[in-house]
């Protein structure tokens, strides 16, 4: 149960000369529930770039399932197993919300260079796709265009195509966020649910810790780009250093 | 309801189609048959360009090397060697070969650069083989060009009128299906959201050299078809105004659609034609060009998605509008 399935090591990158992570070392195990939490700018979804390969480090390592990955494409990594989703919204918008989790599938089940088959023609990826939709309560809008939902169902769009991936990590970055408040719990019973099922390792960012605090197994906060405590929710909430770097009290040197 | 409306496009351009096929049978006019073969030449050509263009979402300024490759291929094998079948499948052979090579590795550029950057690159590229075309004398006969004869059965008018008829049809049928094959849908995302495709699990060069070989190739048989239209090839087959044309034709027909591809190409060269003819009325229908700039920046601006995406989505909005209006109720 313990056998860790992420690690960083000395995770660090910096822009000119600002270090936007700086030096973070972590171990996720496999199918744990980790959340980052943070005030704003502490590095939380740079840390993610880092992960997902949308930035590499200027020092450190990512190592997964023992395999140093740090100079893998996004491409690469979502073939090993590491998916995410974007807090700002990026999904394809001018194709319909069927076309963008299709396409996740289509990924999924390695249906990449098929060129004279009709899309069509592989109908079981279209009932996967709308499964998922179900899952996010999206499917009716299956036929709109992506650009046509209102903000927070482009959201539950961009979970369901994290989702339609089926990777063994799931990165979520603020899943909730723009969403209207009735829309929040929907969302939060979507990753009980596939917490429940076990066998994913989630990590999520979130601003509302209070809402995540009881799905977490563990929780790590981020401040300027460190690594600031990382343990249980309890202990987070105990934590003196956290609670005033949230209160604003806490100034770096 | 999509059905239908499928159905219903289908059986316009099968009604199209075969009133073309049947127009020799019933009319003979000599000047619009070798115009109707110049608007087929020049779909198979806009057809190509959309792919990228519309489809993949690559911008290139270098199309016409691959349309010029096809003509000089055809050209020269003709030229140097008698205008047998058996060499016309060879110049055919080579065109396809050449072109994807060349796509092969422009495509691979699209890697390290992206938008206006690679569209001048092409359009550099494209340059070089014009340049090529005007220095290797003894094979082009520099920029003056060459007549060259061709094989029986390309002599007849209306047999050519045929070929490239049917040659139009074959593109179409076979991108229209490749646009809807996964791969093609996956070209349709990358247009969409080039990240968002890598971090499906998609390696995005991949995909952009796919299209740019198959775009690649075509543009070479339309250039095979239009050298042999002429039976003759000079250096004006890779020159700017080719690739313009395309350009032309895709976003006044319709950027990412086939059928886009193939009105804008009637549309642009009969225009052509109609306005040449009337240089006889007033000097300024010699300069034809500037009415393509005028009718051009108007499309721009008033009907970016070209005439076949302006009606598909006046079409759209006729039938979803009820479904915008509850939308908006549930958002306030």
């Given at each position: 149960?313990?056998?860790?399935?992420?690690?960083?090591?000395?995770?660090?990158?910096?822009?000119?000369?600002?270090?936007?992570?700086?030096?973070?070392?972590?171990?996720?195990?496999?199918?744990?529930?980790?959340?980052?939490?943070?005030?704003?700018?502490?590095?939380?979804?740079?840390?993610?770039?880092?992960?997902?390969?949308?930035?590499?480090?200027?020092?450190?390592?990512?190592?997964?399932?023992?395999?140093?990955?740090?100079?893998f494409t996004p491409t690469k990594r979502t073939r090993e197993g590491i998916g995410r989703s974007f807090q700002i919204t990026n999904v394809f918008p001018n194709l319909t919300v069927l076309e963008n989790v299709r396409l996740a599938v289509q990924s999924?089940?390695?249906?990449?260079?098929?060129?004279?088959?009709?899309?069509?023609?592989?109908?079981?990826?279209?009932?996967?796709?709308?499964?998922?939709?179900?899952?996010?309560?999206?499917?009716?809008?299956?036929?709109?265009?992506?650009?046509?939902?209102?903000?927070?169902?482009?959201?539950?769009?961009?979970?369901?195509?994290?989702?339609?991936?089926?990777?063994?990590?799931?990165?979520?970055?603020?899943?909730?966020?723009?969403?209207?408040?009735?829309?929040?719990?929907?969302?939060?019973?979507?990753?009980?649910?596939?917490?429940?099922?076990?066998?994913?390792?989630?990590?999520?960012?979130?601003?509302?810790?209070?809402?995540?605090?009881?799905?977490?197994?563990?929780?790590?906060?981020?401040?300027?780009?460190?690594?600031?405590?990382?343990?249980?929710?309890?202990?987070?909430?105990?934590?003196?250093?956290?609670?005033?770097?949230?209160?604003?009290?806490?100034?770096?040197? | 309801?999509?059905?239908?409306?499928?159905?219903?496009?289908?059986?316009?351009?099968?009604?199209?189609?075969?009133?073309?096929?049947?127009?020799?049978?019933?009319?003979?006019?000599?000047?619009?048959?070798?115009?109707?073969?110049?608007?087929?030449?020049?779909?198979?050509?806009?057809?190509?360009?959309?792919?990228?263009?519309?489809?993949?979402?690559?911008?290139?300024?270098?199309?016409?090397?691959?349309?010029?490759?096809?003509?000089?291929?055809?050209?020269?094998?003709?030229?140097?060697?008698?205008?047998?079948?058996?060499?016309?499948?060879?110049?055919?052979?080579?065109?396809?070969?050449?072109?994807?090579?060349?796509?092969?590795?422009?495509g691979l550029l699209t890697l390290r650069l992206k938008s206006h950057f690679y569209a001048m690159l092409t359009l550099s590229l494209s340059g070089l083989f014009l340049v090529l075309a005007e220095k290797w004398r003894t094979l082009t006969y520099g920029n003056d060009g060459f007549t060259f004869r061709v094989p029986e059965i390309l002599?007849?008018?209306?047999?050519?009128?045929?070929?490239?008829?049917?040659?139009?049809?074959?593109?179409?049928?076979?991108?229209?299906?490749?646009?809807?094959?996964?791969?093609?849908?996956?070209?349709?995302?990358?247009?969409?959201?080039?990240?968002?495709?890598?971090?499906?699990?998609?390696?995005?060069?991949?995909?952009?050299?796919?299209?740019?070989?198959?775009?690649?190739?075509?543009?070479?048989?339309?250039?095979?078809?239009?050298?042999?239209?002429?039976?003759?090839?000079?250096?004006?087959?890779?020159?700017?105004?080719?690739?313009?044309?395309?350009?032309?034709?895709?976003?006044?027909?319709?950027?990412?659609?086939?059928?886009?591809?193939?009105?804008?190409?009637?549309?642009?060269?009969?225009?052509?034609?109609?306005?040449?003819?009337?240089?006889?009325?007033?000097?300024?229908?010699?300069?034809?060009?500037?009415?393509?700039?005028?009718?051009?920046?108007?499309?721009?601006?008033?009907?970016?998605?070209?005439?076949?995406?302006?009606?598909?989505?006046?079409?759209?909005?006729?039938?979803?509008?009820?479904?915008?209006?509850?939308?908006?109720?549930?958002?306030?």
């Amino acid at each position: 149960m313990m056998t860790t399935l992420i690690e960083t090591k000395d995770l660090t990158i910096t822009f000119g000369g600002h270090i936007a992570v700086d030096g973070v070392t972590i171990a996720v195990p496999k199918n744990h529930f980790k959340s980052i939490i943070g005030p704003n700018g502490a590095g939380k979804t740079t840390f993610f770039n880092l992960l997902s390969g949308q930035l590499s480090p200027s020092k450190g390592s990512i190592l997964f399932n023992g395999k140093d990955i740090t100079k893998f494409t996004p491409t690469k990594r979502t073939r090993e197993g590491i998916g995410r989703s974007f807090q700002i919204t990026n999904v394809f918008p001018n194709l319909t919300v069927l076309e963008n989790v299709r396409l996740a599938v289509q990924s999924q089940r390695g249906l990449r260079y098929t060129m004279f088959s009709h899309f069509k023609k592989y109908k079981d990826f279209e009932t996967k796709s709308i499964d998922w939709l179900k899952l996010v309560l999206l499917d009716e809008k299956k036929d709109s265009l992506a650009k046509n939902l209102a903000h927070g169902e482009k959201r539950k769009l961009e979970i369901a195509m994290l989702l339609a991936l089926e990777t063994e990590v799931l990165l979520l970055d603020e899943p909730t966020a723009g969403m209207s408040l009735e829309e929040v719990p929907a969302i939060l019973e979507v990753i009980k649910k596939i917490k429940e099922q076990g066998n994913r390792t989630i990590i999520l960012i979130e601003h509302k810790m209070d809402m995540i605090l009881d799905l977490s197994d563990s929780v790590m906060v981020l401040f300027n780009g460190r690594l600031l405590a990382d343990g249980t929710p309890n202990e987070i909430m105990q934590n003196e250093l956290v609670q005033s770097a949230y209160l604003g009290g806490l100034h770096d040197e | 309801m999509k059905w239908t409306y499928n159905n219903r496009a289908n059986a316009i351009y099968f009604i199209i189609a075969a009133f073309l096929l049947l127009l020799p049978f019933v009319h003979d006019s000599r000047s619009l048959f070798i115009l109707l073969t110049q608007v087929f030449i020049f779909s198979i050509f806009a057809m190509s360009y959309d792919l990228l263009l519309g489809f993949t979402g690559i911008v290139s300024f270098g199309h016409a090397m691959y349309f010029g490759i096809g003509a000089y291929a055809i050209g020269v094998f003709m030229k140097r060697y008698e205008p047998t079948n058996l060499n016309f499948v060879l110049a055919i052979l080579t065109t396809i070969l050449l072109t994807a090579i060349i796509s092969f590795f422009v495509g691979l550029l699209t890697l390290r650069l992206k938008s206006h950057f690679y569209a001048m690159l092409t359009l550099s590229l494209s340059g070089l083989f014009l340049v090529l075309a005007e220095k290797w004398r003894t094979l082009t006969y520099g920029n003056d060009g060459f007549t060259f004869r061709v094989p029986e059965i390309l002599k007849d008018r209306t047999d050519f009128y045929f070929i490239c008829l049917i040659c139009m049809i074959a593109v179409f049928l076979i991108l229209s299906r490749f646009t809807n094959s996964p791969v093609g849908r996956v070209l349709q995302a990358i247009r969409e959201n080039e990240q968002r495709t890598e971090s499906l699990g998609y390696q995005v060069l991949h995909y952009k050299i796919i299209a740019s070989i198959i775009s690649g190739i075509f543009a070479g048989i339309a250039g095979i078809l239009y050298a042999v239209s002429l039976r003759f090839v000079n250096t004006s087959v890779f020159a700017l105004d080719i690739t313009l044309d395309a350009l032309l034709m895709t976003i006044i027909g319709g950027v990412g659609t086939l059928v886009g591809a193939i009105i804008g190409a009637g549309l642009i060269e009969f225009a052509h034609h109609w306005l040449t003819a009337l240089a006889k009325e007033h000097w300024i229908f010699e300069r034809w060009i500037i009415f393509f700039g005028i009718i051009y920046i108007l499309a721009v601006m008033f009907f970016p998605l070209g005439i076949v995406g302006t009606l598909k989505s006046i079409n759209w909005k006729r039938r979803k509008k009820p479904d915008v209006k509850k939308e908006e109720k549930l958002a306030g």
